[in-house]
Nanobody, 117 residues
Framework: QAQLVESGGGLVQPGGSLRLSCAVS????????MGWYRQAPGKQREWVAG???????AYSDSVKGRFTISRDNAKATVYLQMNSLKPGDTAVYYC???????????WGQGTQVTVSS
């Protein structure tokens, strides 16, 4: 079973940027699609961005044009560059592999992102 370790979160002012990282161990990282998800207080976890084995990427409408997902197969790490952050982006961010609409691995601890002035 894979282990997911997210990092890079923090407190940032509106309009600021953060880069999240997710290190994946115990799996064939280069053989799975990877995604970022987030869960705001009182809300369900939602999908944010995905990067496929082909290298193609996809984003939710709420982050399109502001967030960029990337991966480094040699390091078994997926990244999320977040720019122009808004208070509505405040959430715990998680990564996971996915197939179709289903996450594949047990969730990690996530990393908290707080956007506030």
């Amino acid at each position: 079973q894979a282990q997911l370790v997210e990092s890079g979160g923090g407190l940032v002012q509106p309009g600021g940027s953060l880069r999240l990282s997710c290190a994946v161990s115990g799996s064939a990282f280069s053989l799975v699609n990877m995604g970022w998800y987030r869960q705001a207080p009182g809300k369900q976890r939602e999908w944010v961005a995905g990067i496929y084995l082909s290298g193609n990427t996809a984003y939710s409408d709420s982050v399109k044009g502001r967030f960029t997902i990337s991966r480094d197969n040699a390091k078994a790490t997926v990244y999320l560059q977040m720019n122009s952050l808004k208070p509505g982006d405040t959430a715990v961010y998680y990564c996971n592999a996915f197939r179709g609409n289903s996450p594949l691995f047990e969730w990690g601890q996530g990393t908290q992102v707080t956007v506030s002035s």
